[in-house]
């Protein structure tokens, strides 16, 4: 566990280029394979281009750790609500915090805009229990994909 804190104190979130479509598309491959598998669902070509059509570098950030390529996410304004989408860490950085701490700070924007983030995530995904953690709840779910919805949270008193 001392070696997730370390990884902790040394990430960062810079804007996206087009230039990391491709990185990105290799992360999803990676990070998707077992739920996919386990849906019947996993197709190598289909999955990389899935996320080649829907990348638009203006809405997504990438996540370094010690300056090193290792997520990313997207959060695309939608009617009255944004949509997060394509928030994918490398396995070697997951379960250390780093996904807790950049969800953390895209929902306190959220909150601050007064509007819902919507997801939707794979059924049997780990990365559901993350999203009930912070607020999360099922909107609607069909065999594939289980479709989420968070309010914004009251704005905050300020302490006396």
Do not use: K
């Not at 999955?47 to 300056?67: K, P, S």
Request: hydrophobic fraction near 40%.
């Amino acid at each position: 566990m001392g070696d997730s804190v370390a990884i902790m104190a040394d990430w960062r979130t810079r804007p996206a280029s087009d230039a990391d479509v491709d990185a990105v598309a290799e992360l999803r491959a990676v990070v998707l394979r077992g739920d996919l598998e386990r849906l019947g669902r996993y197709d190598a070509r289909r999955v990389r281009q899935r996320l080649r059509d829907g990348f638009d570098a203006a809405h997504t950030r990438v996540i370094e750790v010690d300056g090193a390529f290792a997520g990313c996410v997207a959060l695309r304004p939608a009617e009255g609500a944004r949509w997060l989408e394509h928030f994918y860490l490398a396995p070697h950085v997951q379960g250390g915090g780093i996904g807790s701490a950049v969800l953390r700070e895209l929902l306190e924007r959220c909150d601050r805009d007064g509007v819902p983030v919507r997801l939707n995530v794979l059924q049997g995904s780990a990365a559901r229990r993350l999203y009930r953690r912070h607020g999360f709840l099922v909107e609607s779910e069909d065999p594939v994909d289980v479709f989420m919805v968070r309010p914004p949270a009251p704005p905050r008193l300020p302490s006396r």
